[in-house]
């Protein structure tokens, strides 16, 4: 069983370029979420894609946005980068579920630089 | 809304210490808690959960058990490695609704032999 992957691992952007990053969910997993973790703080949610579709967003501003394909690999799009936008973005994925015994299996994250 | 408080690290311990991290939380309902363990330069990973009041979470010798009526969660373990030095997040997922997470700052820990 392949867990959650993303790539690339490291990228470095100027301010106000356009980033993609990308995921592929744990097998048998529909449920995709993104995550922001900046230097020594917590990850902090920015969306999450069920059946393709956003069905959850967390406090971020329109420049973020994202895609999931019928395979429940997801893109993380980012517009106009700012400098504040450098960080760690965590994609995790989970079986879509009504149990509360679910949990979000995390990949090991790319990290952002904006200069 | 949701929010998770932790105690601000870094800890320092030596190598057979006790260890305790204090997580409390705030939010409607019964939501599912998390510890989740970050190594240096990694993702996140799993340490345990709990799901319901008085549940004891627990792996590789940590234990934390969900209180509800303190709103708490804190994470021990009897006796840390060197290979335990890391960043713990403690977290919390409410019930119902979409899978949002909501994680606590993180307590760094090192232990020294």
């Known amino acids: 069983e392949t867990g959650v992957t993303q790539s690339p691992t490291h990228l470095i952007k100027t301010r106000g370029q356009q980033v993609t990053l990308r995921c592929s969910s744990q097998?048998?997993?529909?449920?995709v979420s993104w995550y922001q973790q900046a230097l020594g703080q917590g990850p902090q949610f920015i969306f999450q894609y069920y059946r393709e579709e956003e069905n959850g967003r967390g406090n971020f501003p329109p420049r973020f946005s994202g895609l999931q394909f019928p395979n429940y690999s997801s893109e993380l799009n980012v517009n106009a980068l700012e400098l504040d936008d450098s960080a760690l973005y965590l994609c995790?994925?989970?079986?879509?579920?009504?149990?509360?015994?679910?949990?979000?299996?995390f990949g090991p994250g790319t990290r952002l630089t904006v200069l | 809304g949701n929010s998770v408080t932790q105690m601000e690290g870094p800890v320092t311990l030596s190598e057979e210490a006790f260890l305790t991290i204090n997580c409390t939380y705030t939010?409607?309902?019964?939501?599912?808690l998390f510890w989740y363990v970050q190594y240096p330069g990694e993702g996140l990973q799993l340490l345990l959960k709990?799901?319901?009041?008085?549940d004891k979470g627990s792996n590789k010798g940590f234990e934390a058990t969900y209180r509800k009526e303190t709103t708490s969660f804190h994470l021990e373990k009897g006796s840390v490695q060197v290979s335990d030095s890391a960043v713990y997040f403690c977290a919390l997922r409410k019930s119902g609704g979409y899978q949002k997470v909501t994680f606590g700052t993180g307590t760094k820990l090192q232990v020294i032999p």
């Open positions: 097998s048998g997993h529909n449920t």
């Open positions: 709990a799901t319901k009041a008085d």
């Open positions: 995790a994925s989970s079986p879509r579920e009504t149990s509360n015994y679910n949990e979000q299996f």
């Open positions: 939010a409607t309902g019964y939501p599912s």
